[in-house]
């Protein structure tokens, strides 16, 4: 069975600094992995992905995530937070099962305060 | 372009009525999921179709609860009898699924777009 764990209920960070959102996976083959944000009564947007290639992967706003395979981690990374950051971030593997199912995890609340 | 379309967008109903959830994937889109979040159980996949096809029901609770996707632009979630537990934010969400044929596996999919969800009440 694949999963993805969220250690962290909540992060908080002071603007400016920089923020890591951790996540770790367990999936057997090659993990194909994501993240989202999902702001208030909003649906979940796309960050970014990694399938194959760099580890360090670039998304939007500024984020970034570092693939890390003996580690099994994808944390979420940004150099400089800003308050607007403040949101409920997803991290998710997709399904090795075929088709585009994803296992999300359980979330993790960014509060990024001045 | 319009994202994922979801109505209504809240629901207050009582206990024992039906509830019909509803939702317009991205044009082109050829995969449909339904998903519910609550505190408690975070975001659960209910059922996902591929070309209008349930592939995955196996997270759909009970047998209260039903989906179809008649074509390609519309689906609708059903729960009936609906009960307080089933309060929760009910979301629509599409993506593109390359098939696997072309050679590219899973790193064609496209990410999933998600709409902005039907917040449903059950009193």
Redesign the interface.
Known sequence: AQSVAQPEDQVNVAEGNPLTVKCTYSVSGNPYLFWYVQYPNRGLQFLLKYITGDNLVKGSYGFEAEFNKSQTSFHLKKPSALVSDSALYFCAVLFTGGGNKLTFGTGTQLKVEL | DAG?IQSPRHEVTEMGQEVTLRCKPISGHN?L?WYRQTMMR??E?LI?F?NNVP??DSGMPEDRFSAKMPNASFSTLKIQPSEPRDSAVY?C?S?F?VR?ALGQG??G?????????TRLSIL
């Open positions: 994922v995969s999921f975070g975001l996949l996902y591929n592939i995955d979301f969400a993506s699924l696997f899973a790193r999919n496209q990410p999933q777009h998600f709409g902005d969800g």
